[in-house]
């Protein structure tokens, strides 16, 4: 018993004389640690932020909260209608955003959630009637735009999953009441079903050095035209819906360019922003039902909006829409379907990316050999975030065989552009080619007669006249032509102007071997090209393909650097360099110098690059700067005025 008794006497000293143990103390965090936890919120993280969190800790909501979230959102509502501190619009966004990660997509109660996280944080960044609103510089502000862009996307996805039409009024449940959104719609296209509506934060554009992507109020969408036809997009309902508010001029769901679209048989992909505005009465009056409307801009024209009276920035993604387009348009582009003329026939033609708009001046890029237009969106995701000429561009590309004799593509592409001229009656355009495409753009500014080709040939006109008249037909279209009068600007990027040493050697001939020429093309030489062989008992050659117009001594080479150009169109080079500064042994392995260089170019740029200088961001550069240029120039007002008499040649002094 006495034992006991000290040992208790004993632990009752050493607990009085032992230290507290310690509750209280600090833990050392690495340099970035904080900065990642403070700016955690609900749309980037599983938790919400600091400045949610602190006032849930505070209140002693935690447990509410966690276990009855919709009753926890529903007092802060309530609190909130009752106080009109803005503050609180921004715990009970959070809160609603976060808590609409327990339940499916399609739910009710998902979009329930999310609908009313939008309208509080819309609330807090417009609503005049709010007090206390902090500073623009408090963490608040970002997170009611972070909140408002993806509760908004989660919306979007709700309408995507309940595959609603885009035509309808849409009724979306809030913590109280309900939201009835309308469409308005300032987009040149839009779907007929939220089916074919993407957000774009849900894709990472692959294949590009940048994500042209810029930060903003808004949700960025991918808009689908599908290829396919598809029960929700039938012809019936491509019609104009009245409920449907488009800007005068815009194109409703019919197909105003149908022959220019769907590059590579793919869906056309096309960018634009969602923006959500709606009557301000949630937090003033109690009613069953608010007004709202999601407005659906195009972001390829305009990078600003007008919302509740303020001029607000608009969140954008250009080159999601653009990879997923490319995505499915290279499911037809291969190495060998681009040696088989007849196969690349089938897609042949010109291809606007985006819906035409007459405000904007085309651009027309053409491809080089054993290439497609696939090797263009590098330059092009580069010059679409660039703001003027975003505003004053269209982007088109022209997809063609090149195993065709580069005058017969040529013919093709004046052809394809006059019609399409004449369709949409633009005045003025550029073109940009790269190798075989420049060119093809080059033919384009060029005068050239069938005489001149037949005297190059060193025969009669009369055995000429003797081959039957359809082949008469097609090779004079090909070889007799003018200047197209709308093409005002040209830029040439690697181009042989007079042909290339390799279109000779080995190189050339496993090309020769490989390619084949389009049927059409190949019955044309068998029918009409024995006027070269001098008798029709002889064996006809073989039909030339794009490789023969590419060598130094051909017959292409021969007429066309001696024919005339345009006067006062203005024309750039471009030239790859890989082996020296001496202008006599500059190559891009494939170019040399002496071939690329034009003496009456407005300028002339090397970039030290193979031939693929067209990929590279010298080059790029020098192509927005060029652009910026041809929008500064008076020469877009004489566009379609009176030509000069005067005629220059491309050889110069070089030829």
Not at 61 to 83: A, G, M, P, V, W
Not at 312 to 324: C, I
Not at 375 to 381: K, L
Request: glycine share 6%.
């Amino acid at each position: 018993m006495r034992g006991n008794l000290f040992r208790l006497i004993y632990l009752i000293i050493l607990f009085m004389t032992l230290p507290a143990c310690a509750r209280y103390g600090v833990r050392e965090l690495s340099p970035l640690e904080q900065s990642r936890q403070v700016s955690r919120n609900a749309t980037n993280s599983n938790e919400v932020s600091h400045l949610t969190r602190r006032y849930v800790l505070s209140e002693n909501l935690q447990e509410k909260c966690d276990l009855e979230s919709l009753i926890c959102i529903l007092d802060i509502d309530t609190d909130l209608r009752s106080t009109q501190d803005a503050i609180l619009a921004i715990y009970a966004a959070e809160l609603a955003f976060q808590a609409a990660k327990d339940h499916e997509v399609e739910d009710d109660t998902f979009a329930r959630l999310n609908t009313s996280a939008m309208v509080y944080a819309s609330a807090y960044l417009f609503d005049p009637s709010l007090k206390n609103r902090p500073s623009d510089f408090h963490p608040a502000q970002r997170i009611a735009i972070d909140i408002y862009n993806r509760s908004m996307a989660q919306v979007m996805r709700h309408l995507h999953a309940k595959r609603a039409l885009t035509g309808a009024t849409h009724r979306l449940p809030l913590m109280r009441g309900s939201l009835q959104v309308r469409l308005n719609v300032g987009v040149h296209y839009l779907p007929r079903s939220f089916l074919h509506i993407r957000v774009a934060y849900d894709y990472e554009a692959r294949g590009f050095a940048n994500h042209q992507s810029y930060f903003g109020l808004g949700t960025p969408l991918i808009l689908l035209r599908p290829y396919a036809s598809d029960p929700l997009e039938t012809s019936e309902q491509k019609k104009s819906n009245p409920n449907l508010k488009y800007p005068p001029g815009f194109e409703t769901g019919s197909e105003p360019v149908e022959n220019y679209q769907y590059l590579g048989k793919a869906d056309q992909a096309y960018p634009a922003t969602v923006l959500f505005e709606y009557d301000g009465d949630y937090l003033t009056r109690d009613r069953k039902q608010y007004e709202g409307e999601f407005r659906i801009v195009d972001s390829l024209s305009q990078d600003r909006a007008s919302l509740n009276g303020r001029e607000v920035p608009l969140e954008t993604d250009f080159s999601s829409p653009m990879a997923y387009m490319l995505a499915g348009a290279e499911k037809n582009d291969s190495f060998f379907r681009r040696l088989d003329g007849d196969s690349i026939g089938e897609t042949s033609g010109l291809y606007m990316l985006y819906p035409y708009d007459k405000e904007k001046i085309p651009v027309v890029f053409v491809h080089g050999l054993a290439s497609s237009p696939m090797t263009w969106f590098t330059m092009i995701n580069e010059l679409i975030a660039d703001p003027k000429i975003r505003a004053k561009y269209q982007f088109w590309v022209y997809w063609y065989p090149t195993s065709n004799p580069v005058v017969f593509s040529a013919a093709d592409l004046r052809k394809t552009l006059t019609s399409a001229q004449e369709r949409f009656g633009f005045r003025r355009m550029v073109l940009i080619g790269h190798s075989m495409g420049g060119l093809l753009s080059r033919l384009m500014i060029q005068k050239s007669r069938t005489e001149d080709w037949i005297q190059e040939l060193g025969i009669d006109s009369s055995r000429f006249n003797a081959i039957n008249l359809e082949s008469q037909r097609v090779l004079r279209q090909a070889t007799s032509y003018d200047p197209l009068p709308f093409v005002n600007r040209v830029v040439f990027l690697a181009t042989p102007h007079r042909g290339s040493a390799l279109a000779d050697g080995l190189a050339g001939y496993l090309g020769r071997r490989a390619m084949t020429v389009p049927g059409g093309v190949a019955e044309i030489f068998n029918s009409g090209l024995s006027l070269i062989t001098g008798s029709e008992d002889e064996p006809v050659m073989p039909p030339v393909s794009g490789i023969e117009s590419l060598s130094p001594d051909s017959l292409f080479v021969r007429v066309t650097m001696n024919q005339p150009f345009a006067p006062g169109i203005p024309y750039h080079s471009i030239i790859g360099n890989r082996s020296a500064t001496d202008l006599d042994w500059i190559t891009d392995s494939v170019v040399p110098y002496a071939s690329s260089h034009l003496a009456g170019a407005e300028s002339e740029l090397l970039v030290e690059s193979d031939h693929s200088v067209h990929t590279t961001m010298p080059a790029i550069l020098e192509v927005r700067r060029i652009l910026r240029l041809h929008l500064e120039s008076n020469h877009l007002d004489q566009a379609n005025g009176p030509r000069a008499q005067t005629l220059h040649f491309p050889g110069g002094s070089s030829n």
